[in-house]
């Protein structure tokens, strides 16, 4: 009885969740109830990765144009 709780996986995580968590932990904050709650694919971490450093150069590049001028 014990086996079926301790094999069961949690849901895949929904897209908000997974910018919620992983913004967060960008920030090196995150709560470890929450991460165990769901399930994170490492794709979905790549893709955030790419999304957030992009936002990231962006905004600074933004940045320096707009003190520049």
């Known amino acids: 009885m014990m086996d ?3 094999n069961e996986k949690p849901p895949k995580a929904t897209l908000l ?5 992983l913004f967060w932990a960008f920030f090196g904050v995150r709560k470890r109830v929450e991460h165990d709650k769901i399930e ?4 979905q971490v790549v893709i955030f990765g790419i ?6 150069v ?3 590049v ?3 144009i ?3 001028r």
Do not use: K, Y
């Open 40 to 43: 994170v694919t490492p794709v």
């Open 17 to 21: 969740q997974v910018v919620r968590m």
């Open 62 to 64: 933004t940045v320096v």
């Open 4 to 6: 079926a709780v301790v």
């Open 51 to 56: 999304v957030a450093g992009a936002v990231f």
């Open 66 to 68: 707009l003190v520049t």
């Open 58 to 60: 962006g905004t600074l």
